[in-house]
C-alpha cells in the first residue's frame, strides 16, 4: 500500500508523576526533513528522536512537538560547601584570638555565613524518561502513518482510474496512426491531380513521398515505451515502500513520449487525444508530488 506525505498523528506518555505529549505532522518535501520542538531540558534526546522517525519515514517534512508537565515540580538538594565552612571556622578562630574572645564558634553562626549551604536542582534522569517517551513518539508515529496509508489506498484509486484513461487514448492513438498514411496518400493523390489535371501520376515518387511520410509520422516506438511506462506506474502502485520519486520520473518520461507522439504524428485526431494524455498527467503529476 502506498502512502501519502500527508498525516498526523499524538502519542501521551503519563505514569502518574510526570506527562508528555508527542504530536507529529508530516507534509510533502520532496527529500526527508525531521524538525523538532521539545523543551530545552529535553534536548539531549532530540537525536534519538530524529532516529525514530527517521527509520520508518523516508520521504517529506515532519515536525514533532514534544510538550511535558511534571507533577512532581523540580527536585532540588542542599548542598554543603564544605571547603568554605572550614575556612569560616579558621576565620572565627583567627578572629577570637586576635580579639582576645572566649565565645566560641556555634554551627548555627557558621551555617548563616553566605554560601555555605546552596539549592542545587537534581538532574533528571533522562534515560529513564527515554523508555516512557520513546513509547510515546511511536504511538504518535504509528497514527500518523495509518493517516498517511489511508490517504495513500485514496491516491492510489484516483491514479489507477488516470492510468485507465491514458492506456485507453493510448489505444486510439494506434487505431488512428495507421489510418493517418492513407488518408495523406488520398490527400495528396487528389493534390497531384488537382495541380495537374490529364497528367499521369508518377506512382514510383508518389509512393516515395508516402514511404517518407510515413517513417516521419511513425509513432510505434514511442507507444511502446508509453506502455512500458505505464505498466511500470501501476506496479509502483502496488508496492509497499516508498516509490514516489520512481513515479515521478515514470511520469517525466511518459510526458516526453506524449510530446513525441504529438509533434511526430502530424494529424489533428492524434493531436486532440495527445492533449488530453497530458491532462491527465499533469493531474497525475500534482498527485505523485504527495506520494512518500
Not at 149 to 167: A, C, H, Q, S, T
Not at 203 to 217: D, H, K, M, P, Q
Request: proline content about 2%.
Amino acid at each position: 500500500m502506498i502512502r501519502s506525505m500527508t498525516g498526523y498523528g499524538r502519542g501521551e506518555l503519563s505514569n502518574g508523576q510526570r506527562k508528555a505529549m508527542v504530536e507529529v505532522r508530516s507534509v510533502n518535501h520532496r527529500f526527508s526533513e525531521v524538525v523538532i520542538r521539545m523543551p530545552k531540558e529535553l534536548s539531549p534526546l532530540e537525536e534519538r528522536i530524529r532516529n525514530l522517525v527517521q527509520a520508518r519515514v523516508s520521504r517529506g517534512r515532519v515536525d514533532v512537538l514534544v510538550s511535558r508537565d511534571d507533577f512532581r515540580g523540580k527536585r532540588r538538594k542542599v548542598e554543603v560547601d564544605r571547603d568554605l565552612a572550614a575556612s569560616y571556622f579558621e576565620g572565627l578562630k583567627e578572629l577570637q584570638q586576635t580579639l582576645g574572645l572566649r565565645a566560641q564558634a556555634r554551627l548555627e553562626l557558621i551555617a548563616r555565613l553566605p554560601d555555605v549551604f546552596t539549592l542545587a536542582e537534581v538532574p533528571e534522569d533522562l534515560e529513564e524518561l527515554w523508555h516512557g517517551l520513546a513509547g510515546a513518539v511511536e504511538r504518535a508515529l504509528d497514527e500518523m502513518l495509518a493517516m498517511r496509508e489511508r490517504e495513500g489506498g485514496r491516491l492510489r484509486d484516483d491514479l489507477l482510474e488516470r492510468l485507465k484513461v491514458i492506456e485507453a487514448s493510448t489505444a486510439a492513438i494506434e487505431a488512428r496512426a495507421p489510418q493517418v498514411v492513407e488518408e495523406y496518400r488520398r490527400r495528396l493523390t487528389d493534390r497531384v491531380k488537382e495541380i495537374l489535371p490529364g497528367v499521369a501520376v508518377d506512382e514510383g515518387r508518389l509512393t516515395t513521398e508516402i514511404v517518407l511520410f510515413a517513417e516521419r509520422s511513425n509513432v510505434t516506438e514511442e507507444l511502446v515505451r508509453l506502455r512500458s511506462h505505464l505498466a511500470q506506474m501501476r506496479e509502483g502502485l502496488g508496492q509497499s515502500e516508498a516509490v514516489g520519486r520512481r513515479l515521478d520520473f515514470l511520469l517525466q518520461e511518459m510526458n516526453r513520449e506524449i510530446n513525441t507522439i504529438g509533434s511526430k504524428a502530424a494529424d489533428g485526431e492524434i493531436a486532440k487525444v495527445v492533449i488530453d494524455v497530458k491532462s491527465e498527467l499533469e493531474k497525475i503529476r500534482e498527485q505523485v508530488q504527495n506520494i512518500e
